[in-house]
């Protein structure tokens, strides 16, 4: 299915950080911030992302004009409630050129594709460019200083064996974020967000090797 919202030459200087995203419900987050506790006491000196801001990104759009954004809500909406819902799990973790510490994802991963496909998909026909980056699902945890080459492998390895029970992505988020717009901590919050459709299968068949 296609849309028609084109973004207009004429737009506002003011913009907005924007992605689009799913995040786990509150049982899993705490499971998992209960794993993290070791190194939350051990790991002081690193950038922990808030666990209300958990989230698995399916497409990053950057910065947008703020008027752009209103375009993007009736095709999210609509594509949010014809797809079933993937049912995933938080899954042991990894890093990023040694600077990013994350959860890895599990569960019903060409689900996960799928909705991605489709979100990239709206994000273009809205006249919206992206990078054309392979999906990598994961849940960011925490970002090291430059030169510390060992606090965000050591979080990782906290998660080796970390296996959380499976839970359906219930709702499609639009987030934005003030990344970029001070020293301080990264805050997100929903500009709005979609039920999904039916949940997909009754549990998480087993992650990607």
């Not at 079933?84 to 996960?112: C, I, M």
């Not at 709206?122 to 392979?134: F, K, N, Q, T």
């Not at 970029?180 to 997909?200: F, K, M, N, V």
Request: with cysteine; proline share 11%; aromatic share 6%.
């Amino acid at each position: 299915m296609r849309y028609e919202c084109r973004v207009t030459e004429e737009t506002p200087p003011a913009t907005v950080r924007v992605f689009i995203a799913l995040a786990p419900p509150d049982p899993a987050k705490d499971e998992l911030a209960r794993e993290l506790r070791p190194v939350y006491a051990t790991h002081p000196q690193v950038r922990w992302n808030r666990v209300e801001d958990w989230h698995i990104t399916l497409a990053f759009l950057g910065a947008l004009p703020v008027d752009t954004v209103p375009l993007l809500r009736p095709p999210l909406a609509a594509l949010a409630a014809s797809h079933p819902a993937p049912r995933l799990a938080l899954h042991g973790g990894g890093t990023f050129d040694e600077r990013v510490a994350w959860s890895g994802v599990a569960g019903d991963l060409d689900g996960l594709h799928r909705l991605a496909d489709g979100v990239r998909a709206v994000v273009r026909d809205c006249g919206i460019a992206l990078e054309d980056r392979p999906l990598r699902p994961h849940l960011t945890l925490a970002r090291v200083r430059r030169g510390d080459h060992t606090s965000a492998g050591e979080i990782a390895a906290r998660l080796t064996e970390f296996r959380g029970r499976p839970w359906p992505a219930e709702r499609l988020h639009l987030v934005g974020s003030n990344a970029g717009s001070g020293p301080g901590q990264i805050r997100y919050r929903d500009i709005e967000a979609w039920p999904l459709g039916t949940a997909s299968g009754a549990a998480a068949p087993p992650a990607r090797p």
